[in-house]
C-alpha cells in the first residue's frame, strides 16, 4: 500500500525559506508526478503546482511561480517543496499529493504545518 | 487561469436524504479524448482531503456508489445519494486541465 509522509512542523520568521520533504513507500510504479496544496488556517484548498516524476518537468501556479521550487528524486520517489520569502500569510498546512500511473490515482501525505511568525 | 465556483457554500442535509452541488468552470475542461477534467475531493474534518470522483464521473477506488458525479464542459454536479453522518466535511471540486485549481469549497453538515 502506497503511503506519504512528510516532514514535520516547521516554524520560521518572515523572509526566510522553508522546504517540506515527502517520502514515499510502497509506490513500485514508474510514472508518477507531485503535486503541491496549501489550506491555511480555516481556509481552502489551493493549489501551488506539480512536477513530473519522470521528467522532473514542473508547472506552477502563477502567485508562487518567483517564491517555489519543486523537486523529486526518481531513485527513492521523493519529492521536495521549497518557498522562500516567506510572509505571515504562508501560514498553512502543506500537503504533497502523489499522482500514480492509472488515472484517478492520488495518494495524499498527512500534511506539514509551517508557521510565519516574527 | 481557470476559475473554479462551487454552490452552495453551505449545505446542511438530512440523513437519508440526497444532496447535490454544484461546480463551474471559466473553461471548458473537455478534452478531444472525450473526458471531462474535473475531481471532486472530501476533506473531513481534521483530515487530508480524500478523491471521490475523478474525470468528472469516475469514482474512485472505494468510494461508495451513493457518491455519483455528472457534467460535462463546464458544469458539473455531486450528489449524494442517502446521506449518512459520515459523509460530513467540505466537498471541493477541482480542475486537472490545466495545471490546477480548487473549487472554494462546500461544507456538508447534519441538520
Known amino acids: 500500500q502506497t503511503q506519504l509522509v512528510q516532514s514535520g512542523a516547521e516554524v520560521r520568521k518572515p523572509g526566510a525559506s522553508v522546504m517540506v520533504s515527502c517520502k514515499t513507500s510502497?509506490?513500485?510504479?514508474?510514472?508518477?508526478?507531485f503535486y503541491w496544496v496549501r489550506q491555511a488556517p480555516g481556509q481552502g484548498l489551493e493549489w501551488m503546482g506539480r512536477?513530473?516524476?519522470?521528467?522532473?518537468?514542473?508547472r506552477y501556479a502563477q502567485k508562487f511561480q518567483d517564491r517555489v521550487t519543486m523537486t523529486t528524486d526518481t531513485s527513492t520517489k521523493s519529492a521536495s517543496m521549497e518557498l522562500r520569502s516567506l510572509r505571515s500569510d504562508d501560514t498553512a498546512i502543506y500537503y504533497c499529493?502523489?499522482?500514480?500511473?492509472?488515472?484517478?490515482?492520488?495518494?495524499w501525505g498527512q500534511g506539514t504545518l509551517v508557521t510565519v511568525s516574527s | 487561469d481557470i476559475v473554479v465556483t462551487q454552490s452552495p457554500l453551505s449545505l446542511p442535509v438530512t440523513p437519508g436524504e440526497s444532496a447535490s452541488i454544484s461546480c463551474r468552470s471559466n473553461?471548458?475542461?473537455?478534452?478531444?479524448?472525450?473526458?471531462?477534467?474535473l475531481d471532486w475531493y472530501l476533506q473531513k474534518p481534521g483530515q487530508s482531503p480524500q478523491l471521490l470522483i475523478y474525470?468528472?464521473?469516475y469514482r474512485a477506488s472505494g468510494v461508495p456508489d451513493r457518491f455519483s458525479g455528472s457534467g460535462s464542459g463546464t458544469d458539473f454536479t455531486l450528489k449524494i445519494s442517502r446521506v449518512e453522518a459520515d459523509d460530513v466535511g467540505v466537498y471541493y471540486c477541482?480542475?486537472?486541465?490545466?495545471?490546477?485549481?480548487f473549487g472554494p469549497g462546500t461544507k456538508v453538515d447534519i441538520k
Open positions: 499529493v502523489m499522482e500514480g500511473a492509472a488515472a484517478g490515482t492520488v495518494y
Open positions: 510502497g509506490y513500485t510504479f514508474t510514472h508518477y508526478a
Open positions: 512536477i513530473s516524476g519522470n521528467s522532473g518537468n514542473t
Open positions: 473553461q471548458s475542461l473537455l478534452q478531444s479524448n472525450g473526458f471531462n477534467y
Open positions: 474525470l468528472g464521473s
Open positions: 477541482m480542475q486537472v486541465l490545466q495545471g490546477g485549481t
